[in-house]
């Protein structure tokens, strides 16, 4: 009987993408908490079936879900971070600081 592979590809995309998604106030925390739900899932039905699937695979997706799980904590700190300076400065502050950030990076061109 062949053995099954587990293919981590797609916890690794959704995972880089909720990374790249953290510069818009941590909401890639929705992509890597889908990566981790996967990865553990599928981690979870390999541990139940351990002889049925590649050694190999299993630690790809270990790996997987090691890296999602710190895209998830660097998501959700920046989160928690927005929200702070949004409670403490006010959205209003927060966009006019955000704009004279862009005027200065424009005059720098």
Do not use: H, R
């Amino acid at each position: 009987m062949e053995t099954q592979k587990l293919n981590p590809t797609i916890v690794y995309v959704l995972a880089i993408i909720g990374l790249l998604c953290c510069c818009f106030g941590g909401l890639g925390f929705i992509l890597a908490g889908i990566a981790l739900f996967i990865a553990i899932n599928k981690l979870n039905s390999a541990k139940a079936n351990a002889e049925n699937y590649d050694q190999s695979s299993i630690n790809a997706m270990n790996t997987a879900k090691i890296v999602a799980l710190v895209i998830l904590a660097i998501n959700i700190l920046y989160l928690a971070y927005t929200i702070y300076q949004i409670s403490t400065i006010g959205w209003e502050e927060l966009m006019l600081k955000s704009q004279e950030i862009m005027d200065q990076i424009e005059q720098n061109q």
